[in-house]
Antibody
């Protein structure tokens, strides 16, 4: 059974960089066709797809975050990461990692989520 | 790329049915049969309930069903139960390897 677990700082200062890691268990992050995904949810608001990485490093991002987001894979640790540059209060959210088994598959399973607050 | 449009709330009594709509455009819902629905209880991660418009993952009760017409997808919960009270989000493929979510609908069981 695949499980995902997010980790990272709970608070980041404005203009700095947000960095989160998702540790995968029960599956190899090098699995063919798997899309390793980040999704976020501001407090009290809806979900926003951030992007995903696949095929050992290829990526796609939502247009609004394309210039600030970067998703990478570390196969040696069975982890993938999200880096978001130049954060503002609007980036305060619960960040979820998830897996899609193919390019058009749904996101399942999800991690438990981690709250990141952008504040000085 | 704009968020899909969902009603903020919906409700029904136990045993009744409730239907949630999710409206997009021809660039997302109308263009592809890759619409999913997720259920989220307070403080929990979203759970996949429907994928590819009308398919249920193993373990999801057949009280949950999905459909699509044009640019609008719908989730119907029949025989409402107390545990169905949650937020529901639609999600659609939007082309060019991108995805878009709806704003969410809070379902209340009266």
């Amino acid at each position: 059974q695949v499980q995902l677990q997010e980790s990272g700082p709970g608070q980041v200062k404005p203009s700095q960089t947000l960095s989160l890691t998702c540790t995968v268990s029960g599956d190899s992050i090098s699995t063919a066709y798997a899309y390793w995904t980040w999704i976020r949810q501001p407090p009290g608001k809806g979900l926003e797809w951030i992007g995903y990485s696949y095929d050992s490093g290829r990526t796609h991002y939502t247009p609004s975050l394309k210039s600030r987001a970067f998703i990478s894979i570390d196969a040696s640790k069975n982890q993938f990461s999200l880096t978001l540059n130049s954060v503002t209060a609007a980036d305060t959210a619960v960040y979820y990692c998830a897996r899609a088994t193919t390019r058009l598959a749904p996101f399942d399973p999800w991690g438990q989520g981690t709250l990141v607050t952008v504040s000085s | 790329q704009s968020a899909l449009t969902q009603p903020p709330s919906a409700s029904g009594s136990p045993g009744q049915s409730v239907t949630i709509s999710c409206t997009g455009t021809s660039s997302d819902i109308g263009g592809y049969n890759y619409v999913s629905w997720y259920q989220q209880h307070p403080g929990k991660s979203p759970k996949l309930m429907i994928y590819e418009v009308n398919k249920r993952p193993s373990g999801v009760p057949d009280r949950f069903s999905g459909s699509k017409s044009g640019n609008t997808a719908s989730l119907t919960v029949s025989g409402l139960q107390a545990e169905d009270e949650a937020d529901y989000y639609c999600n659609s493929y939007a082309g060019s390897s991108t995805w878009v979510f709806g704003g969410g609908t809070k379902v209340t069981v009266l």
